[in-house]
């Protein structure tokens, strides 16, 4: 089929990479010409594990290629992914002013039957602005139809679930969206729920909520292992076996972070009051999220006191491993509140120190490697959970530190193995070992 996907950002470069990966002929487009001119020269923007090689390869057999007219990729596809940005805006609402510019030039230049999709995290009812869009501004009488397909892909993991899902969500109006979008994911083999267009875009914003929900929930919990002295991987694991709870997404931390959940929650949350519901349950979810980064910071002062001129080492800063995203992340509201405090920051990240911006690298040491981050430090924070950091030679690390002090943000290591090795080992609700 041929398909052009307009955004090209993180959904719409590993959504056309896959579908070209599948035998479409794909076209990304994107209004940013800088972000296309490097595509086209084979620099990917962003790091996304298999990503690259799927770019390479498919633009190779000229199934995948980059364009920032818009118009031309409107005019040669028969299936067109609005994969936009959807920021938030200051009172939470999500920012449609993209979705609504493609959808004005798609009916600009429409030349044939579409099936316009909306892949970007859109609220409830953004399918039937959508359509009205489109039939205002067309004028030419040619059908079309307007389908919602959200994605639930994580970044790191991207292209595997793109690949490997566990459903595929079509929200449709009309038989011929539904046999297009179904004969498109065939080939995928996955469970597929054909719904409503509403119910597709609820099923999106409910799905992250409900994961944020998981978190929250953990988190709070961890809370209170602190205070009883229990540990929470064991409690998580205990909830988690019960086929109607399940593991995931029961790792308690330092709370979520990234593009998705904090910018839809804040979403659900005003469209919800907009349509005169109060969600008070996925308020609370915020609020525990953000107060547990206060919890962590509070760990930090109990065990170091004052902070002033102390050095304190940190080893990850993306929102999580596998990326190099730091959009939300944890790490930077860490980082500040650590600076307010007159701290000395060394910090190492795999990935994303590049990305860090010009404020908040002010007063902050970026290191080289990890046992850099430790050297001199008074304590060693873990913030995110990359794979290397699961190996550190901890005799080394020890060695390098000024006290054995580690507080572990993701619940990275065994702490019964970390106090036989002589640190003095704090975790997120593992106050059964402290
Ligand atoms: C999330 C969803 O998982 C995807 O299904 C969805 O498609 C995507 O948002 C989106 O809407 O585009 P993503 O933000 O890439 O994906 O990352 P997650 O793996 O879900 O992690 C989100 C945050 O939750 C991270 O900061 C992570 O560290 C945190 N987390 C996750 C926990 O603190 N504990 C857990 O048990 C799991």
């Not at 919602?148 to 970044?155: A, D, H, T, V, Y």
């Not at 079509?170 to 509403?198: C, H, Q």
Request: hydrophobic share 40%; charged share 30%.
């Amino acid at each position: 089929m041929h398909i052009s996907i307009i955004g090209s950002g993180y959904v719409g470069l590993v959504t056309g990479a896959c579908f070209a990966e599948l035998g479409n002929i794909v076209t990304c487009a994107d209004n940013d010409t800088k972000k296309i001119s490097e595509l086209k020269r084979g620099a990917i923007p962003i790091y996304e594990p298999g990503l690259k090689e799927l770019i390479f390869a498919n633009t190779r057999k000229k199934r995948l290629k980059f364009t920032t007219d818009i118009g031309g990729a409107v005019k040669s596809a028969e299936i067109i992914f609005l994969a936009v940005g959807t920021p938030a805006l200051e009172n939470g609402d999500a920012d449609l002013t993209g979705i609504e510019h493609v959808a004005r030039n798609i009916a600009i230049n429409m030349n044939s039957y579409k099936v316009i999709v909306e892949k970007s995290t859109v609220p409830v009812e953004t399918g039937k602005w959508v359509k009205h869009t489109i039939e205002t501004y067309h004028k030419r009488g040619i059908k079309f139809d307007v389908a919602s397909n959200p994605e639930f892909l994580k970044e790191g993991r991207a292209i595997n679930d793109f690949m490997h899902p566990d459903r595929i969500v079509i929200g449709v109006e009309s038989k011929k969206a539904r046999d297009t979008l179904v004969n498109l994911y065939k080939p995928l083999n996955a469970p597929i729920v054909v719904t409503d267009i509403k119910s597709a875009e609820l099923i999106k914003h409910a799905s992250n909520s409900f994961l944020a929900t998981k978190i929250s929930f953990i988190n709070a919990l961890a809370r209170i292992c602190d205070k009883v002295g229990a540990d929470i991987t064991e409690v998580a694991m205990g909830m988690g076996l019960d086929k109607r709870i399940g593991r995931a997404f029961l790792n308690a931390g330092i709370g979520y972070g990234g593009s998705c959940f904090p910018k839809d929650l804040d979403a659900f949350i005003t469209i919800s009051e907009k349509l005169g519901y109060n969600f008070e349950l996925l308020k609370a979810v915020r609020d525990i999220n953000e107060t547990q980064k206060d919890f962590f910071l509070e760990k930090i002062k109990e065990k170091l006191w004052i902070l002033k001129d102390k050095t304190i080492g940190i080893l990850g800063l993306s929102f999580k491993p596998d990326t190099d995203d730091i959009r939300n992340a944890p790490s930077i509201a860490i980082i500040e509140a650590l600076k307010a405090e007159g701290a000395k920051i060394k910090a190492y990240d795999p990935c994303c120190m590049a990305k860090i911006n010009k404020e908040v690298r002010k007063g902050l040491k970026f290191c080289k490697d990890a046992y850099e981050a430790c050297r001199g430090s008074d304590c060693l924070l873990i913030v995110t959970e990359w794979d290397e950091f699961k190996e550190l030679d901890f005799a080394k690390v020890k060695k390098l530190l000024k006290r054995p002090l580690i507080i572990d943000g993701r619940n990275v290591y065994d702490p019964q193995v970390m106090k036989k090795s002589g640190f003095n080992y704090i975790g997120i609700g593992r106050g059964k070992h402290e």
